[in-house]
């Protein structure tokens, strides 16, 4: 049995052609309400999620727009880390993700997780 955190990190590496993407955020929204520290790491094409605009483009029924997903996260204290390699094969810069997106290495994710973060990969 897993001892009792406070955290939780989820890895997302599926980008706005997925429903994934959404159950991710839903996931980490439900994390925030039961009283968690929720960080997302996105990597691969999750990278597309929090480019500036590109999450209008995915609804999932009956889950909330992907848009609204991510903005409630973010009002809500989540934290949303962004591969730094994955960013830049994309050619894209920190001006083109949204406001609050950090792009940071995998080391915050594993210092959440040294401190006991659960983790959930999507």
């Given at each position: 049995m897993q001892a009792?955190?406070?955290k939780l990190v989820n890895v997302v590496t599926k980008g706005i052609d997925s429903e994934l993407s959404s159950v991710a955020f839903t996931i980490a929204n439900g994390g925030l309400t039961a009283g968690l520290k929720v960080s997302m790491f996105l990597t691969s094409t999750a990278i597309d999620l929090v480019r500036?605009?590109?999450q209008r483009l995915t609804e999932v029924t009956p889950l909330k727009p992907l848009a609204a997903l991510i903005e409630d996260f973010q009002a809500r204290g989540g934290v949303i880390w962004a591969c730094p390699p994955c960013v830049q094969s994309r050619g894209y810069e920190q001006s083109d993700l949204l406001d609050g997106v950090i792009v940071v290495g995998a080391s915050a994710m594993h210092a959440e997780i040294r401190q006991g973060a659960a983790t959930l990969s999507f």
């Open positions: 009792e955190t406070e500036r605009g590109a």
